[in-house]
């Protein structure tokens, strides 16, 4: 039975971490107290939704997150430091604390580890996320107790609707670009200032003329695109958002 901890403590666990090359012991105390803390939990590092999905949209609402009073945005998951390292470096996901509970004591404190043997994987967490204030659970949302691998409720877009209903995810920004182009320059200096996070899509080392033809016919960089819309150069961009 998946256990639904709100009002409670978070188990009092040490995590065997390393950065810089050395070993550095990470306590609950240290991650939870004084603090308010975004938690998500996921199977594991490297696999499929936790890539494409759960993480890389925790690392998009980052901002906004922190914006609504949240001060760290914690992933977990029952694997070892070297491996959660290598997964966060290959997500560039720098919004987010990846925390190696390689024992699996954190989630079995929590109630959440369940037996993935018949994937090869042995024990691992349920997923799930929650809002933890100075080391107390105020809210979870734990994934349906069903067969495989649900992905319902413990995504950042839960999260942030539950604390500021009203808050706006930042729209989703693209920028083609090629390198030494100063208009793309400008386009990448114009959004910054807007505070507006994007993805560059670098022609010739990213994508192709092909594809830049394709999706804008145009053959002249930047094109930028905000929320599904093809805004144009940066002179259009300019203007879209004076």
């Not at 979870?140 to 992905?151: S, W």
């Not at 609707?161 to 670009?177: M, R, T, W």
């Not at 182009?181 to 899509?201: N, Q, V, Y």
Request: aromatic share 8%.
């Amino acid at each position: 039975m998946l256990e639904n901890k709100e009002g409670q403590s978070v188990p009092n666990v040490t995590f065997k971490t390393r950065h810089n090359d050395e070993w550095l012991d990470v306590t609950t105390q240290s991650l939870f107290e004084n603090k308010t803390v975004v938690v998500f939990s996921l199977p594991g590092a490297f696999t499929p939704t936790c890539s494409s999905t759960h993480l890389p949209r925790y690392n998009e609402l980052a901002g906004v997150l922190k914006a609504n009073g949240v001060d760290e945005i914690v992933c977990m998951s029952v694997n070892d430091t070297f491996v959660m390292n290598a997964w966060l470096s290959d997500q560039d996901a720098d919004n987010i604390t990846v925390i190696p509970d390689g024992n699996g004591e954190f989630s079995d404190g929590m109630g959440m580890l369940v037996d993935k043997a018949d994937l090869g994987f042995g024990k691992r967490s349920w997923r799930y996320s929650m809002l933890v204030k100075n080391g107390v659970i105020e809210k979870m949302f734990i994934e349906p107790n069903k067969p495989g691998d649900p992905f319902e409720v413990s995504d950042a877009d839960t999260m942030l609707n539950y604390i500021n209903s009203d808050a706006k995810a930042p729209a989703d920004v693209a920028l083609f670009s090629k390198v030494g182009c100063p208009h793309c320059a400008r386009a990448k200096e114009l959004l910054t200032s807007k505070g507006m996070t994007f993805e560059e899509i670098v022609v010739g080392s990213d994508a192709t003329l092909l594809s830049l033809r394709a999706m804008t016919g145009r053959t002249t960089v930047p094109q930028v695109f905000i929320a599904g819309e093809h805004i144009g150069g940066a002179d259009e961009l300019t203007a879209h958002l004076a």
